[in-house]
């Protein structure tokens, strides 16, 4: 049992040391994306509506400067959320961020489409769920939504940030559900801070993986990322379809389903042999 009372959970681990030093790309992915400034025209153009992008755990609008500016250079009227440093989810903060979002549906008179990066997905997602009828659609980045802060490498800054410890019933039951509009998580399998597993949308209706190889730190940013963000924006309001893979895009984007089919049939094979492998009684 825990200190809550609530029953003890085991949970998926945490990105290993490997893939943690590899956060270190992001830096690369950012500057990627800048220098690929001139192509940015070949990304999906906007029809002006609003989206909020919501930043992670420890970071701010700065960190979704250069999306930002992408978007807005696509046709798209990207906003941030306005609320500084995201230290967690503490007092009024889905409150602001949902008066954020409102403010944005009033101004414009259209439906507002939501990205949320890391636990900014979580968020969005809790956004769409309260007022689904003012959000277009959501977009998640490597954001833990089927699983747990402790499957990833970021609990305890989180713990920290937000003043409060963490237990499975926190993050469990209506936190999971997914919302009743178009959601689209994109993630990496090689994520140093968030394990992949705890990222993919396993909704058949009207729900889709995107898979970016890339950093945590710089999915957010990585050239991929941005002109997957753009072609799910770009999509007529009501007539959402999944992201098309055929042409030189299955060379850019794995097939979501296959790359889990291959790591179950590993992990089962990986346990045959452990079963195997164990001394005789």
Known sequence: MSASGHPARQHEPAPGFMLKMMEARAIWEHCASLAMRPLWGAAATGDGHPVLVLPGLAAGDGSTALMRRFLRSRGFAAAGWGQGLNFGLRHGVVERAHERMRQLWLENGRSVSLVG???GGLYARELAKHSPEMVRLVITLGSPFTGHPRETNAWRLYEFASGHRIDWHDFSGPLRAAPPVPTTSIWSPTDGIVAWRCSLETRRFLAENIVVESSHLGLGAHPAT???IADRLAQPEGNWEPFNREGWRRFVYCD???????????AEAHGHMAIHASPAE
């Open 256 to 266: 979501p389903e296959r790359f889990r089919a291959h790591h179950e049939k590993k």
């Open 117 to 119: 990066w890391s636990l």
């Open 226 to 228: 941005l002109y997957a």
